[in-house]
Each structure stands twice: as structure tokens, then as C-alpha cells.
Nanobody, 127 residues
């Protein structure tokens, strides 16, 4: 299986930035579509961003467009989420996930499409 470990979470200020990392082991990351999801207190898990195997295609939730950027370094077996212009509503546990299927925009926001998940990292944004 693919093992995913998130890092980089913590306390951020509104308007500030944080960078999350997701390190993978067990398989070559280049074979997987990667996604980021988040779950805020009392809310359902929601899609944040996804990136294709080679990094040529990305897809973002409307709530983070223009503020967050997903990227990957397949040589390092790592995917990143650069979060800029943070808002208090970005507070959540952030999870990375891996999908071995072919890229499809219609499936990127579906948690069920992803095969492997990390443990999550807490992001808290103060106002």
C-alpha cells in the first residue's frame, strides 16, 4: 500500500501563509493522482485541491481558488499545498490522498475516488 504522512500544519494568522507537505512511501508517487481534503469541526470532509500524476493538471475547490496552490515533486515523492491569504474558515484537519485511477475532473472532488489517505495535520487560522 501507499503510506502518506502530512506535515507543516500549525497556527497561522489571517492573511498569512502555511505550506503543507505530504510524503509518500511504499510506491512511486508518480503513478498516483494526489489530492488534498479538509474537515472542519462539525462539518463533513470537503475537497480542496488535486493534481495529476505528472503535475500537468490541477483542480481546486472554489473556496480556495487564487489562494492555495497544489504542487508535487515526484523525485522526492512529495506533494505540497501552499496556502496563502489564510482565512479563519480555513481552520480544519487537512488530509492528503492518493488515487491510482486515470485523471478525471468529475472524480477529483470525490473522497471515494481516492485509495489511500494520510493521518491528517491540523491547521488553525486566527483572526
Amino acid at each position: 500500500q501507499v503510506l502518506l504522512v502530512e506535515s507543516g500544519g500549525g497556527l497561522g494568522q489571517a492573511g498569512g501563509s502555511l505550506r503543507l507537505s505530504c510524503a509518500a512511501s511504499g510506491r512511486t508517487l508518480s503513478a498516483y493522482i494526489m489530492g488534498w481534503f479538509r474537515q472542519a469541526p462539525g462539518k463533513e470532509r470537503e475537497f480542496v485541491a488535486a493534481i495529476s500524476q505528472g503535475g500537468g493538471s490541477t483542480y481546486y475547490a472554489d473556496s480556495v481558488k487564487g489562494r492555495f496552490t497544489i504542487s508535487r515533486d515526484n523525485f522526492k515523492n512529495t506533494v505540497y499545498l501552499q496556502m496563502n491569504s489564510l482565512k479563519p474558515e480555513d481552520t480544519a484537519v487537512y488530509y492528503c490522498a492518493a488515487d491510482s485511477a486515470r485523471w478525471s475532473v468529475a472524480r477529483r472532488a470525490m473522497a471515494a475516488a481516492y485509495d489511500y489517505w494520510g493521518q491528517g495535520t491540523q491547521v488553525t487560522v486566527s483572526s
